[in-house]
C-alpha cells in the first residue's frame, strides 16, 4: 500500500477530526519534495481537492475549508495530516490523500468523514 488514511468518523457538526495518511517508504524516497494534499467526493459530486503542500512546501487550501483545516505533513516520518475543525455536514464526504512523484499521483484507499448537524 502507498499511502494508507486513516481518522475518520462521525462527529457533530463544530467538532474536530484530524486524519492521518502514511507514505511507504519504499516509494516515497525524497518525501519532502512530493507535492501532496487531501482530497475529498461527497456523493453525486466531484472529487475536489481540500488541501495541499506544493513540491516547494506552499499550502493551497479549498475555499470552502480555509481557515478551518490545516495541513500538514512530517518529511521524515512520511506523514500527511488534516486538522479539520468547526466542521459543518457539508464536510461529509470520503476523504482521500495523495501524493505525486515523478509525475505519477498515488492515492490512498479513503477515510470516510461524517459530520451530523
Known amino acids: 500500500v502507498q499511502l494508507q488514511a486513516s481518522g475518520g468518523g462521525l462527529v457533530q457538526a463544530g467538532g474536530s477530526l484530524r486524519l492521518s495518511c502514511a507514505a511507504s517508504e519504499s516509494i516515497f524516497s525524497d518525501f519532502s519534495s512530493n507535492a501532496k494534499g487531501w482530497y475529498r467526493e461527497a456523493p453525486g459530486k466531484e472529487r475536489e481537492q481540500v488541501a495541499g503542500?506544493?513540491?516547494?512546501?506552499?499550502?493551497v487550501y479549498g475555499d470552502s475549508v480555509r481557515g478551518r483545516f490545516t495541513i500538514s505533513g512530517d518529511n521524515d516520518e512520511k506523514m500527511i495530516y488534516l486538522q479539520m475543525n468547526t466542521l459543518l455536514p457539508e464536510d461529509t464526504a470520503v476523504y482521500f490523500c495523495a501524493c505525486n512523484q515523478l509525475g505519477v499521483t498515488y492515492w490512498g484507499q479513503g477515510t470516510q468523514v461524517t459530520v451530523s448537524s
Open positions: 503542500i506544493t513540491s516547494k512546501g506552499r499550502l
